[in-house]
């Protein structure tokens, strides 16, 4: 198939870890047959070759975190016939969320010895919170099947498969134990997005919330049982000030324990 024929795939990154493009990386079976289907227009991650836009596809990885970010992310936009983020950074603020809890101008002068040249916003923000987004692929990192069928339902302009309801259905198709009811362990399965094959729980450990809010999370209940499992105010903010911390539902559950936290 001619370059001209295949739709442009453009692979962009913006405050994160690489973890995200790293999954894309790392679909070595898949990616020949990718590169088939698409023309891998800009990806600086993998190759040096760029080949201009617009872009029929654009993948975005990592938040907005300063003032260039928000002005190069409209530029993405207006060059990206469809526009997924991917990745707790993009979708949520990732990580470095956790600055939208804190005073940055007090961290910046304890960490750099001139602080007066690092330029910085006050928040770290999702990409949709600048610009229109078609779909959001969620994780920390993303799930490379997941992250395949997504490229491959755009491509094939249909709607992406990808599920919505919680790591708790991913536990009992897998056939592991419980670790809230069997070993009173705190979890936060129930309340997050199915999408890594519940490999926590599957290891006796309790679920860190990687793919952030389910459809419904009930986020209060779910707090309510990690108080009963000896979880203190303190650490029930914690636990949702994670991978997703700036994720609505996280988010404001956590500020409901900053408030009688001691």
């Not at 198939?1 to 295949?6: G, K, Q, V």
């Not at 962009?12 to 493009?21: I, L, R, T, V, Y």
């Not at 890594?196 to 450990?205: I, M």
Request: net charge neutral; charged share 25%; proline share 6%.
């Amino acid at each position: 198939m001619a370059d001209r024929d295949r739709p442009k795939l453009a692979v962009w990154k913006f405050a994160s870890c690489d973890g995200c493009q790293l999954t894309l990386l790392n679909c070595e079976d898949e990616l020949i047959p990718l590169s088939g289907a698409v023309e891998i227009a800009y990806f600086p991650e993998a190759t040096r070759a760029v080949v201009s836009g617009p872009y029929d596809v654009s993948l975005v990885e990592g938040s907005v975190t300063t003032a260039s970010d928000a002005e190069r992310i409209r530029e993405v936009r207006r060059v990206s016939r469809r526009l997924i983020t991917i990745g707790a950074c993009a979708t949520s603020g990732g990580i470095q969320a956790l600055r939208n809890f804190a005073d940055v101008a007090e961290y910046r002068s304890v960490v750099y010895a001139h602080p007066e040249y690092v330029k910085t916003l006050q928040r770290s923000t999702p990409i949709s919170e600048h610009v229109t987004v078609d779909f959001e692929l969620r994780g920390c990192p993303v799930n490379s099947s997941q992250l395949l069928e997504v490229l491959a339902a755009f491509v094939q302009d249909r709607h992406p498969r990808i599920p919505s309801y919680s790591v708790c259905v991913e536990c009992k198709r897998r056939g592991a134990v419980c670790v809230a009811v069997a070993h009173g362990t705190p979890c936060l399965g129930p309340v997050t997005q199915a999408g890594c094959g519940a490999l926590c729980p599957a290891y006796s450990r309790g679920c860190y919330g990687c793919f952030g809010p389910q459809d419904t999370p009930n986020t209060r209940s779910l707090a309510d049982r990690l108080r009963v499992l000896g979880m203190d105010e303190s650490q029930a903010l914690r636990i949702f000030r994670t991978f997703n911390a700036g994720a609505e539902a996280f988010r404001a559950e956590s500020a409901r324990h900053k408030e009688v936290a001691p």
